[in-house]
């Protein structure tokens, strides 16, 4: 799929006018990896760049990070959260299956009007969730978009498994895009999906083909599982044929474009965009050393990180481009027009203790940490709570315990 942007009378476009992101406080380092797994910093850091990730705390999940960096983006766009008309919201590490995640971030950000659901495309999801976006944006079906990408990966990950779990961790982003008669914004749009690559990043237990069982959990099967060396080849081959075509969608070269951010899954990956289009280095936005690959998150959390370091001016051409499991691969060239200095202002403005994801009613959660993590990371896991799930919403009658129903 693609889509051209060329200027026209009359014409609605989708301008960036916030953006932000959230990382938790925990670092993970290649160091307490070396703890869990047969691996070195020396083999992580030559193999990926990645020298650490951020691990949520036990009360975060994916919707309250989504949601402190949704409300930097909302204070940086100077709008008002009820001004937000869609929240899409790209992860596959939702809260639940259901409901969306996006509905979990719509109330917390103290939102009223806007449809929100979530957008499924692994790692591309933030760039897929952006097209839809603009295509909200410019048929004239909405005014204010909010796009985030967050993950909460780490629950996801074998501890045991030296080829994925070096790899990710959690965090958020997000961006506002906002209507405008303005000529800027999205320029050109570009979407792939090779479902041949299928199984090659995959989570296979969970969904309908194997519900969670006793079994399935045994063998790990609610674990990510990676071809990492098809994955790559995949990556390589793709990253830039798609960023280039959303620049020829554009009307532009890749010479034109100032700054690529890309997907933070392996420095390599990233040297080979750069190579294949002919470009230095410097033309690459790279923060994975930071985060490692935060999947869906890691273009937003990278855009908000270039935009305030000053990487980005008014006028600048960006484009974000990313793979994914699927195989999917998505990339935006974007002309930028807001301006840059609002981003510390608005990051500054929202502190994770600020924002509220509304819990069930009575349901106790453990801390949801992997064992071996949280050995790792001096964390106690504590006991399980047993607590009834018939009685999570507020005002329900108690409900009489199962050894009254049954008469005994
Ligand atoms: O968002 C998309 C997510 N996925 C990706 O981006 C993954 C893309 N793939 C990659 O980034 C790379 O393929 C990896 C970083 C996953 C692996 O790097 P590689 O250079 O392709 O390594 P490899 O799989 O070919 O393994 C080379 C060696 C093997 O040992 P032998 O068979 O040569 O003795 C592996 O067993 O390195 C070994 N190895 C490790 N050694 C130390 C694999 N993982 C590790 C590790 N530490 N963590």
New binding site residues.
């Given amino acids: 799929m693609n889509a051209r942007n060329g200027a026209r009378p009359g014409r609605r476009y989708a301008h960036v006018i916030g953006w932000g992101s959230y990382a938790p406080s925990q670092v993970l380092t290649n160091a307490d990896l070396e703890r869990m797994?047969?691996?070195?910093d020396e083999?992580?850091v030559s193999?990926?760049g990645i020298r650490e990730r951020r691990v949520a705390a036990a009360h975060e999940t994916t919707a309250s990070m989504a949601a402190v960096a949704s409300l930097r983006a909302i204070r940086t766009a100077g709008v008002e959260p009820t001004d937000i008309d869609v929240i899409l919201l790209a992860t596959l590490t939702p809260d639940y299956w259901m409901p969306s995640t996006a509905a979990l971030v719509k109330e917390a950000i103290g939102n009223t009007k806007a449809a929100a659901m979530d957008v499924a495309a692994?790692?591309s999801g933030f760039v897929y969730a952006y097209a839809t976006a603009q295509a909200y944006i410019t048929s004239g079906m909405a005014t204010n978009v909010l796009v985030i990408g967050a993950e909460t990966l780490t629950r996801f990950l074998d501890y045991s498994d030296?080829?994925t779990c070096?790899?990710f961790g959690d965090g958020a982003g997000a961006v506002v895009l906002g209507a405008s008669e303005k000529p800027g914004g999205g320029l050109g749009i570009e979407l792939t999906t090779e479902p041949e690559g299928a199984y090659m990043?995959w989570l296979p237990a969970g969904g309908a083909k194997r519900p969670p069982s006793l079994e399935s959990v045994a063998r790990g099967e609610h674990y990510v599982r990676?071809e990492?060396?098809e994955?790559?080849r995949f990556?390589t081959r793709t990253l830039a044929s798609t960023a280039l075509t959303a620049v020829e969608h554009a009307g532009l070269n890749a010479s034109d474009i100032d700054l690529f951010i890309p997907?933070q899954?392996?420095i390599?990956?990233i040297e080979a965009v750069a190579k294949g289009l002919s470009l230095p280095m410097e033309r690459m936005f790279v923060n994975l050393d930071k985060y490692g690959?935060t999947?869906a998150a890691s273009v937003p959390i990278a855009l908000a990180e270039a935009v305030n370091q000053g990487r980005v001016a008014v006028g600048d051409r960006i484009v974000i481009v990313a793979?994914?499991?699927g195989f999917t691969s998505g990339a935006v060239a974007i002309e930028w027009t807001a301006d840059p200095a609002r981003g510390r202002a608005g990051e500054a403005a929202v502190q994770p203790e600020d924002v509220h994801v509304r819990l069930p009613v009575d349901w106790d959660s453990v801390d949801p940490i992997p064992e071996a993590l949280a050995a790792v990371l001096g964390r106690p896991v504590a006991p399980g709570v047993e607590v009834p799930l018939d009685d999570v919403v507020p005002g329900e009658p108690e409900h009489a315990s199962r050894k009254t129903e049954v008469g005994v």
Wanted: proline content about 0%.
């Fill in positions: 797994v047969d691996t070195s083999w992580i193999r990926t692994a790692c030296r080829n070096i790899l990043i990676m990492g060396k994955t790559y990556a997907h899954a392996n390599r990956i690959n999947s793979f994914g499991a």
